[in-house]
């Protein structure tokens, strides 16, 4: 389970998207999940498979904060224990648990821990600008055709902005193109920052890699903020799913989201084509492709997928 991507918190869905008595079915590297909120409206999760007959638990429905399955109807609470066996009250219940998974509400989004038991050992970090009450969070999806850590290398790249984003985001560097860039990484327990300077003088705006799976870019704005929050979690080996957040601190009013949420996925729909064609569609290991000094921010998160993530995987416990 979770291959190459074990024993992390990650960014699922929006907040929005899983409602009341409803059941998602979302796949993480590779692993299938049904998600469902409890009586407390808050988030649970366990593997995509019940303990009777495999039958997909995402199909089924919640019975008072529980999941039911869709096809002998037993039920589970949010650790996954088995609370009822239709036609069976002697049933030896506690051996009929179906496999929980960590899972959190925050900043706007379902959160999940790629590793099993309902308990975690950590919990999920944002940058403060998530959290902060009087900063408005709105967020989209969007599915790409590749694997997470090309996405995840996109977000973390300044110097395509030029090229790829010429009429957008990267427009003001434009006529910079034939300068020398350098990139300055700063290490932080949950990451690293990245700032870039031009002709030796550091640049307005900075980017955040969070570890396992996200990027905050600060668009600078005297007195306020906008922070675009992008997380890349893996479906499969080859689909991705955005998660595109945008947390401001001005234009809070509900109706003004539209806007937030379209120029994230006109920005998103830019990179799209040109990072699905990217090959192959998993990153190689640094030497396989040839690399420049301004590949700095990537190729450090090369080298941490390459050391941390790769090969991970959680181990079913025996039947
Ligand atoms: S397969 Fe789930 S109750 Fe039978
Ligand atoms: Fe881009």
Redesign the pocket.
Known sequence: MFRDFANVWTPVALTAQLRANDVMRIRVAGTALAVFRDTHGTPAAVLDR?P????A?SLGSVRDGCLQ?P????RFDRNGQCVQVPWNPDAKRAALHALAIPARELSGQIWIRTSLGPEAPDAPTVHESLLDPKTRLTGIETIWHTHWTRAMENMLDWPHLAFVHRGSIGKDLVPFSAERMDTLIEEHEWGWRVRTALRGAVRPGMLDFRRPNQMNLHIPMRGRHLTLAVACVPLDEHRTRLLLMAARSFARAAIFDWFFNRTNRRIADEDRNIVESSDPPQIPAASAERSVRTDKATLRFRSYYFSELHGSLCRLPPA
């Open positions: 019940c009777h007959r495999g039958a638990l399955c096809y002998h109807g037993w």
